[in-house]
């Protein structure tokens, strides 16, 4: 009963001034945002309309981007901003907006242009990119979504019956140049089918 609760308050901004923290650093759901909004254009499928595969991104991104704070290395050993443009890229790639890995991979070199032309002296750090993206798949495919989605394709099959078109969903992860945008019919916001590691297509479609 010593000190009041102002008394503490005051103390934590002395300390804080004193020692030059930055207590209100840009998040990682503030950069995806950010960062969404200078994209360069990305090819859209032709199933979908822009706006609503704009969400969809937005969406998908944010999910990766939540998933980080269950990997030290990731939430704490890494950059906000590599974080961040791992999650975006994760989600383009899961979605299928790009054909294949080598455009994958040419889109990333276009954007790190582009941030260096806002920027001068920023520079992405490929390798801690690397890193991060695939740190961000691993955690999904522990994720409960990834446990209800490959639930819901084994039910989905066992039906034998045929798709029904529906919103777009889930991203699946897209490996080698034979990848084809597609987009599943899950009702789940973010779910990955049961071949995301194995089956090097990018299986989205209606």
């Known amino acids: 009963g010593e000190f009041a609760m102002i008394d503490i308050a005051e103390f934590e901004s002395v300390i804080s001034e004193t020692l030059h923290w930055r207590l209100h650093p ?6 995806v945002s950010r960062l969404l909004n200078i994209l360069p254009t990305i090819p859209s499928t032709p199933t ?18 939540e998933l980080s704070i269950c990997d030290y290395s990731v939430s704490v050993m890494q950059k906000a901003s590599t974080v961040a443009i791992a999650s975006i890229f994760n989600a383009i790639e899961g979605l299928g907006l790009l054909s294949s890995a080598s455009a994958s991979s040419s889109y990333l070199r276009d954007f790190d242009e582009l941030i260096r032309t806002v920027s001068p002296c920023t ?12 740190r961000l798949w691993n955690l999904y495919e522990k994720s409960e979504e990834y446990a209800l989605s490959n639930d819901d394709q084994d039910s989905h099959n066992s039906t034998n019956q045929p798709e029904t078109p529906a919103n777009p969903s889930t991203p699946t992860k897209a490996e080698g140049d034979d990848a084809a945008s597609t987009i599943s019919d899950s009702s789940s916001p973010i779910c990955v089918a049961r071949h995301l590691r194995t089956n090097r297509s990018c299986d989205m479609r209606n």
């Open 26 to 31: 840009p998040t990682i759901i503030c950069l």
């Open 48 to 65: 979908i309309e822009d706006d609503e595969m704009a969400t969809c991104l937005l969406d998908f991104s944010l999910f990766f981007a």
């Open 123 to 134: 520079q992405i750090d490929m390798e801690a990119l690397a890193f991060t993206k695939e």
